[in-house]
Nanobody, 129 residues
Framework: QVQLVESGGGLVQAGDSLVLSCAYS????????LGWYRQAPGKERELAAR?????????DYGDSVKDRFTISRDNAKHTLYLQMNNLKSEDTAVYYC?????????????????????WGQGTQVTVSS
């Protein structure tokens, strides 16, 4: 089981920056990937950014946020971050943190057999133009 608590959302103006945080607790060993997803009104939830534990820190980004958003992870604090720069009105959405449980590397494949997805409660980001 993994528990997630997001923070950092708010109302900002276009061009501003914002940092979202996601503190995770519980089974913090068996995490294969962490990510940020967002859902705008009337639209499907989409990937913003994702880190795979076995990738050595490499991240994947949604096309609309590349070069503006940066995902990072502090393993000591068990916290995931999303640095958002040059925000645009189209970035307005509810942002969700997601943890994918599973083996973080091949060394843990026996210890971390269970695979589940855990979602945070979401944090609203509103960008005014």
């Amino acid at each position: 089981q993994v528990q997630l608590v997001e923070s950092g959302g708010g109302l900002v103006q276009a061009g501003d920056s914002l940092v979202l945080s996601c503190a995770y607790s519980g089974d913090t060993i068996c995490i294969s990937a962490l990510g940020w997803y967002r859902q705008a009104p009337g639209k499907e939830r989409e990937l913003a950014a994702r880190i795979v534990s076995a990738s050595g820190g490499n991240a994947d980004y949604g096309d609309s946020v590349k070069d503006r958003f940066t995902i990072s992870r502090d393993n000591a604090k068990h916290t995931l971050y999303l640095q958002m720069n040059n925000l645009k009105s189209e970035d307005t959405a509810v942002y969700y943190c997601k943890v994918e449980s599973g083996p973080p590397s091949l060394l843990f494949r026996d210890q971390c057999r269970a695979t589940n997805d855990y979602w945070g409660q979401g944090t609203q980001v509103t960008v005014s133009s």
